[in-house]
């Protein structure tokens, strides 16, 4: 059942907005330790003056996340904690000594994770006198799981604690037990303690908070200080009294970052508060997607796409014509609600080029499938199609079918380790078969010999391997032929894109043709002047490519910026945008 579609996409890692000020924050990205090699100690705040200290024999660090991160925050390392020999550091802990003089309603607040053996259990215990500890509450982590999710959140609240407030002997210790094995761990990363200004007016907040979204928004500001006034700016200054006065929401239809601050007379003004609203580029398929350039530009698919794989935290996803590696580091997108053949509606990521492969680093959670049960196009390729697509991508990182391969050297059964490759062989030439998928049910068993048919992902990593294919499971090996199954065959005319985008200077222009004919290849600039063209007088049926070098007809560099290339072949025409990047 289709979910109806989210116009707010929530970036949980980066854009929290508390009302208060950070007092001190531990991202754990400086001075991270060697593989299975413990934190110094102490280890200090990334911001604001305080330590951390512990009395784990093991405390490492993993891959961190953007979860509760400041504006601009990196994925880095993280504090992982161990169970140890025996056992020996359930009860063991970690402490923060923290002065909170000139604040009050404290809290402390951080992502966690756990293995299947770590702790089980976070007491959060505090001080107010440096050496007497009390306990605040026992945060039951039980439920957490091995990857970072944006609900797993400790959050825990000293606002009713009188004597937290204005204290330079405050700190908190939080006491980890529950761990049944050596190597069960629990993994925090980005601790924030938080305060509000004592004495003072209390800091703004934005309604709706920071974040990424896709129609305009409008932005209360408020202040639970009675009687303040509120100032805001929306040029990135700092509010003075003399900014804009707050009467009325803001309508904010652009990318815009807004600072409010508080005034009451005679009592302290405020600390600035601070909300940007993002908002995405919007693509229409995984097609129009690949073809965006990479880098910090954030785009928001609002379309239903299929998922076909997932391991870890990673997805692969396609529509109608193509598909795309998610790569989810971070852990933003949950990976327990989804399995093999749901919808997900409203990925909203950026875009980042790892060798050969392009991959799509999500930065909001699109929430659960939009649908189930769904079947995927699988088009039926050759592997000389496959090689030829290299630095195409047509059919990268999508679910295709081979059929009639055979392994060149088959023996024995299939490794019980992942990343090993063998070499196939069609009628039409060879290509590499991957044991890509750690869980993927095959391993362990007998290869095929003889000829069978075959299903799987594929990459794109180096000219020297130009094609990789991996399949999920056994059910991949001589699949059953389905009515969905897109043949492909260079049918009709198609403009598949340009390779790399961005580029500088050289790009590869790619296009088919389902017979031989006539074709023209005409690039424009931002004014709709043409500045390159290519008369092809007998095109060959299938993939032809063409190479533009940067250059006009009269062989001058043109300038650096977005260009489009149309593809004009009977009564066949297409367009499709490039951007040249000195």
């Known amino acids: 059942m289709k979910k109806a579609l989210t116009t707010v996409l929530m970036l949980a890692a980066l854009t929290l907005v508390f009302g208060q000020t950070l007092l001190y924050y531990w991202n754990f990205n400086a001075n991270t330790p060697a593989v299975d090699q413990n934190w110094a100690q102490p280890i200090?705040?990334?911001?604001?003056?305080?330590?951390?200290?512990?009395?784990?024999?093991?405390?490492?660090?993993?891959?961190?996340?953007?979860?509760?991160?400041?504006?601009?925050?990196?994925?880095?390392?993280?504090?992982?904690?161990?169970?140890g020999l025996d056992n020996v550091n359930n009860g063991a802990y970690f402490t923060i000594m923290a002065s909170t003089a000139g604040f009050e309603n404290i809290s402390i607040s951080y992502p966690a994770r756990r293995t299947s053996t770590g702790f089980t259990t976070q007491e959060v215990k505090y001080t107010l006198d440096g050496s007497t500890w009390v306990t605040k509450e026992i945060?039951?982590?039980?439920?957490?799981?091995?990857?970072w999710v944006a609900t797993q959140m400790v959050n825990v609240d000293f606002s009713s604690i009188a004597g937290a407030n204005n204290n330079a002997n405050f700190g908190i210790r939080v006491v980890?037990?529950?761990?049944?094995?050596?190597?069960?761990?629990?993994?925090?990363?980005?601790?924030?303690?938080?305060?509000a200004l004592q004495g003072g007016v209390a800091t703004p907040v934005f309604t709706p908070p920071t974040g990424y979204y896709v129609q305009p928004v409008s932005v209360s500001i408020s202040t639970t200080t009675p009687g303040a006034t509120i100032r805001y700016t929306t040029n990135g200054t700092e509010p003075t009294t003399t900014s804009t006065l707050y009467t009325a929401p803001i309508q904010v239809t652009s990318t815009t970052t807004v600072k409010a601050k508080a005034f009451a007379p005679p009592l302290v003004a405020s600390?600035?508060?601070?909300?940007?609203?993002?908002?995405?580029?919007?693509?229409?398929?995984?097609?129009?997607?690949?073809?965006?350039?990479?880098?910090?530009?954030?785009?928001?698919?609002?379309?239903?796409?299929?998922?076909?794989?997932?391991?870890?935290?990673?997805?692969?996803?396609?529509?109608?014509?193509?598909?795309?590696?998610?790569?989810?580091?971070?852990?933003?997108?949950?990976?327990?609600?989804?399995?093999?053949?749901?919808?997900?509606?409203?990925?909203?990521?950026k875009l980042v080029l790892y060798f050969e492969t392009l991959e799509f680093v999500p930065v909001s959670d699109p929430g659960g499938p939009s649908s189930s049960g769904n079947t995927p196009i699988i088009p039926?390729?050759?592997?000389?199609?496959?090689?030829?697509?290299?630095?195409?991508?047509?059919?990268?990182?999508?679910?295709?079918?081979?059929?009639?391969?055979?392994?060149?050297?088959?023996?024995?059964?299939?490794p019980v380790s992942q990343s090993v490759n063998f070499p196939?062989?069609?009628?039409?030439?060879?290509?590499?078969?991957?044991?890509?998928?750690?869980?993927?049910?095959?391993?362990?068993?007998?290869?095929?010999?003889?000829?069978?048919?075959?299903?799987?992902?594929?990459?794109?990593?180096?000219?020297?391997?130009?094609?990789?294919?991996?399949?999920?499971?056994?059910?991949?090996?001589?699949?059953?032929?389905?009515?969905?199954?897109?043949?492909?065959t260079a049918a009709g005319a198609n403009l598949i894109g340009n390779y790399p985008n961005p580029f500088n200077p050289?790009?590869?222009?790619?296009?088919?043709?389902?017979?031989?004919?006539?074709?023209?290849?005409?690039?424009?600039?931002?004014?709709?002047?043409?500045?390159?063209?290519?008369?092809?007088?007998?095109?060959?049926?299938?993939?032809?490519?063409?190479?533009?070098?940067?250059?006009?007809?009269?062989?001058?560099?043109?300038?650096?910026?977005?260009?489009?290339?149309?593809?004009?072949?009977?009564?066949?025409?297409?367009?499709?945008?490039?951007?040249?990047?000195?």
């Open 44 to 83: 200090p705040a990334s911001q604001g003056n305080a330590n951390l200290t512990y009395t784990f024999t093991e405390a490492y660090s993993f891959g961190g996340t953007l979860f509760n991160g400041v504006d601009g925050e990196v994925i880095g390392g993280s504090f992982a904690p161990r169970g």
């Open 139 to 147: 945060v039951d982590i039980s439920a957490f799981t091995s990857a």
């Open 176 to 195: 980890c037990n529950g761990g049944t094995s050596a190597t069960g761990n629990n993994r925090i990363d980005n601790i924030r303690i938080n305060g």
């Open 271 to 349: 600390m600035t508060a601070t909300a940007t609203y993002s908002f995405p580029t919007v693509v229409g398929s995984i097609s129009e997607l690949r073809q965006m350039p990479v880098g910090d530009v954030v785009y928001y698919l609002p379309n239903e796409v299929i998922l076909t794989w997932k391991q870890s935290n990673h997805k692969y996803v396609q529509d109608a014509d193509a598909g795309i590696y998610v790569y989810d580091t971070a852990g933003v997108i949950p990976q327990a609600p989804y399995t093999i053949g749901d919808g997900i509606t409203g990925l909203a990521g």
């Open 380 to 414: 039926t390729v050759t592997i000389a199609q496959l090689v030829s697509d290299f630095g195409i991508g047509q059919y990268q990182s999508r679910l295709v079918r081979i059929n009639q391969v055979h392994f060149d050297s088959p023996s024995g059964n299939f």
């Open 424 to 488: 196939i062989s069609d009628a039409t030439g060879s290509m590499t078969f991957r044991t890509g998928f750690w869980d993927a049910d095959y391993m362990g068993t007998p290869m095929p010999t003889g000829t069978f048919n075959l299903q799987g992902i594929i990459a794109n990593y180096s000219a020297s391997d130009p094609s990789q294919i991996t399949p999920r499971g056994l059910s991949d090996f001589n699949p059953a032929v389905s009515n969905e199954d897109d043949v492909i």
């Open 506 to 582: 050289n790009t590869n222009i790619s296009f088919s043709l389902d017979k031989a004919a006539a074709a023209q290849v005409n690039i424009y600039n931002q004014k709709g002047q043409i500045v390159k063209t290519f008369d092809i007088a007998h095109a060959q049926q299938g993939i032809t490519t063409l190479n533009w070098n940067g250059t006009d007809n009269s062989g001058k560099a043109v300038s650096s910026g977005i260009y489009y290339f149309r593809l004009k072949s009977g009564s066949f025409s297409s367009t499709k945008k490039m951007v040249l990047m000195k």
